[in-house]
Structure formats: structure tokens, C-alpha cells
């Protein structure tokens, strides 16, 4: 069975860091792409970092040069560090990897991010 625990999240001032990890278990994900997702209240779901299994990035444009994605294989585990929070940052984000060949979908539980003051 195929899990992802994700950690990180809390509530933090505008212009502040956190750190957010994603850890999977019952799979190996060398051959997954790996995402960090977020939906604010009364809005969609959203992409806001990728990283493949071959270690390419790509960001949403309202988080590049503040957001990084990075994959530890090692640890079965993506982190997303945030710096320089907005406001408008504030979400739930959301883990999830993709299959490179099956192209089959793991979502982790969500985990909140606030940005407030």
C-alpha cells in the first residue's frame, strides 16, 4: 500500500521560510515524478513545483526564485522550501507522485501553510 506523510506546514509571518517534506513508503520513487500541488480556499488546485525522476524542475510563475523542489531517492522523499512567504501563499499544499510508465496518481493528506501577520 502506497503512502505519503507529509510534514512541514504551519503558520508563519509574511516574508518567512518553512520547509515542506514528503515522505512515501510502499513504492520507490526513482521512477515517479514527484509535485507539490496547493488549493486556497474557493480556488482550484494548483501546481506549484515539479521535479521528474530525471532531477528537471519546473515552477508555477507566482513562486519562482522564492520555491525550491528538491527529491531525495535515498529517503523515498521531496521537499519543497518556500522563502519569502506572501499572504496570498497560504493553502493547503498537497504531495503527489506520478508513475513515469503507469502514469498512476499517489495524493499525500494536504498539509496547511498560513501566512500572516
Known amino acids: 500500500q502506497v503512502q505519503l506523510v507529509e510534514s512541514g506546514g504551519g503558520l508563519v509571518q509574511p516574508g518567512g521560510s518553512l520547509r515542506l517534506s514528503c515522505t512515501a513508503s510502499?513504492?520507490?520513487?526513482?521512477?515517479?515524478?514527484m509535485s507539490w500541488y496547493r488549493q486556497a480556499p474557493g480556488k482550484q488546485r494548483e501546481l506549484v513545483a515539479r521535479?521528474?525522476?530525471?532531477?528537471?524542475?519546473n515552477y508555477a510563475d507566482s513562486v519562482k526564485g522564492r520555491f525550491t523542489i528538491s527529491r531525495d531517492n535515498a529517503k523515498n522523499t521531496v521537499h519543497l522550501q518556500m522563502n519569502s512567504l506572501k499572504p496570498e501563499d497560504t493553502a493547503v499544499y498537497y504531495c503527489?507522485?506520478?508513475?513515469?510508465?503507469?502514469?498512476?496518481?499517489?495524493w499525500g493528506q494536504g498539509t496547511q501553510v498560513t501566512v500572516s501577520s
Open positions: 503527489n507522485i506520478r508513475g513515469i510508465l503507469s502514469g498512476v496518481d499517489y
Open positions: 510502499g513504492i520507490f520513487v526513482d521512477i515517479y515524478d
Open positions: 521535479i521528474t525522476s530525471g532531477g528537471s524542475t
